[in-house]
């Protein structure tokens, strides 16, 4: 029994320096330096300094004087705020935010959204080959002690490629720059998925409002539901499907509301707002099942699957090895990206780039104030996604999902702010939207 609580120590400590906190981890419930043992009453113990930063937020400052006034009675019923990860969350929201709604602005100098989407995967691939390069040079032994070193580091396992040591040859050009039959095989369907779900989604943006675009997206719940109901034979019971009355109808509520009270600047025909709504809903369901096909490929598996994880043998020698057929995040990104220009390039070219018909030349549209657009909407679209990565890590399931949900609420709340919209009505269907993923989130997924 001692030895299996100092085999699980040891597996716990090897572990990459992650912000997550494992409620099962023993040093959670000792005090540091205490010999190994076993102590019936531990789980009794007040956890120390250190330990109380790992599991928590330290309060300290203005945050620990505003923690003060608040009386006893009242702070029992209030929820432990985590600062780092209320900040993360704060800025995701808001890089998704800037990055849905520059998309709007951009197509409106700009009207050309296969462009966009291939300058688009042109940029995440040149961000995540800086990104590599940098964590690289980060890891090298002479920068790891530092705090830039630390924070970049501090993703969770299997963000960044296991390999990097500092060596740019070696990491950067020879193995991650260079492609692999398992790296092409598991990211040339997501580049797929990638292509017609960028391009549909700056088409639906180009023609109707922000608001409207990310309101049918936040239907997606229905599309994985039937989509586990029809093809895998999963049976949900009755309070799945009646978590889903109020987001179909905020939904509804939502377009209907805005679609009647238009900007003076902004006339939508019905063919205009028809097409629209569909290549929004050809996007949000391009992107379930693009997010069901990676959830094999993006989730850390114990033993044999696509990204790096520890056996459980090398688990007992305080050892990681990384089997030759897994892959990180960030390449499984960068491939994506990759494949998606490729599979793009063609379009582009004989749609936009030489097309006679259109009045519109790309060349001339592209000015400067469009291109300074792009290259902040590429690097909040990056940025976005690295968050993300960092916030799985961070969280469990469940409150990962009700962050993400809270992040459409934000889009779709800006959005409408954005496009001065606000009315009775809108909100009243935000309400029910919310009201809808928010049980969905809570009750809708059991199965029976």
Same mark, same amino acid.
């Given at each position: *029994? ?25 040093? #959670? ?36 004087? #505003? ?95 296991? %390999?990097?040591?500092g060596d740019f040859k070696l990491c950067v050009v020879n193995k991650f720059l260079k492609p692999c039959k398992l790296a092409l095989a598991a990211t040339f369907p997501m580049g797929i998925f990638q292509l017609v779900g960028h391009i549909s989604s700056h088409e639906s943006t180009s023609l109707i409002p922000v608001s409207f675009v ?8 229905? *599309? ?22 109020? =987001? ?29 709504? =569909? ?55 960068? %491939? ?34 469009? =291109? ?27 409150? %990962?999902?009700?962050?993400?949900? *809270? ?24 309400? =029910?939207?919310?009201?809808? #993923?928010?049980? %969905? ?8």
């Amino acid at each position: *029994m001692i030895t299996t609580q100092s085999t699980t120590q040891n597996t716990t400590t090897k572990r990459r320096n992650s912000l997550h906190t494992n409620l099962f981890d023993p040093q #959670l419930f000792q005090v540091p330096g205490a010999p190994v043992q076993l102590q019936p009453q531990a789980h009794f113990r007040t956890p120390s300094s250190v330990e109380a930063h790992r599991s928590g937020p330290v309060q300290h400052g203005a945050f620990a004087k #505003l923690a003060s006034s608040v009386p006893e009675d009242v702070r029992g019923y209030l929820p432990v705020v985590n600062v780092k990860i209320t900040a993360l969350c704060c800025v995701w929201y808001v890089t998704s935010s800037v990055s849905s709604n520059l998309s709007k602005a951009i197509l409106s100098d700009f009207p050309h959204p296969v462009a966009l989407t291939e300058l688009q995967f042109f940029i995440s691939a040149v961000l995540c080959v800086l990104f590599v390069t940098i964590a690289n040079q980060l890891s090298s032994e002479t920068q790891k002690a530092g705090p830039l070193s630390r924070a970049v580091l501090s993703f969770p396992e299997g963000i960044i490629p296991s %390999y990097v040591n500092g060596d740019f040859k070696l990491c950067v050009v020879n193995k991650f720059l260079k492609p692999c039959k398992l790296a092409l095989a598991a990211t040339f369907p997501m580049g797929i998925f990638q292509l017609v779900g960028h391009i549909s989604s700056h088409e639906s943006t180009s023609l109707i409002p922000v608001s409207f675009v990310h309101s049918v997206k936040a239907l997606s719940p229905i *599309m994985t539901v039937c989509y586990y109901r029809f093809f895998k034979g999963k049976q949900y019971n009755m309070m799945t499907y009646l978590t889903l009355i109020p =987001l179909i109808s905020g939904v509804i509520t939502t377009c209907w509301s805005t679609h009647g009270s238009p900007k003076k600047s902004e006339v939508i025909n019905e063919n205009q707002f028809v097409k629209g709504i =569909l290549f929004a809903l050809l996007s949000m369901m391009i992107f379930v099942y693009q997010n069901i096909f990676a959830k094999g490929i993006l989730t850390v598996k114990k033993q044999r699957g696509i990204l790096p994880s520890k056996s459980e043998k090398q688990a007992f020698h305080n050892e990681k090895e990384y089997s030759p057929l897994q892959i990180d995040k960030l390449t499984i990104l960068f %491939y994506c990206s990759c494949i998606g220009f490729i599979l793009t390039l063609p379009i582009f070219i004989s749609n936009e780039l030489f097309n006679k018909s259109s009045t519109q030349s790309v060349f001339n549209d592209l000015t400067g104030r469009a =291109l300074l657009l792009v290259w902040i909407h590429g690097c909040t679209h990056f940025l976005q996604a690295m968050l993300a990565f960092q916030l799985v890590g961070m969280l469990s399931p469940v409150n %990962y999902s009700i962050a993400n949900i *809270m992040k459409r609420i934000v889009i779709i709340a800006v959005a409408l702010t954005w496009e001065s919209r606000f009315s009775f009505q809108q909100v009243f269907g935000l309400s =029910l939207t919310i009201l809808g #993923l928010y049980g %969905y989130d809570k009750w809708g997924l059991t199965m029976k």
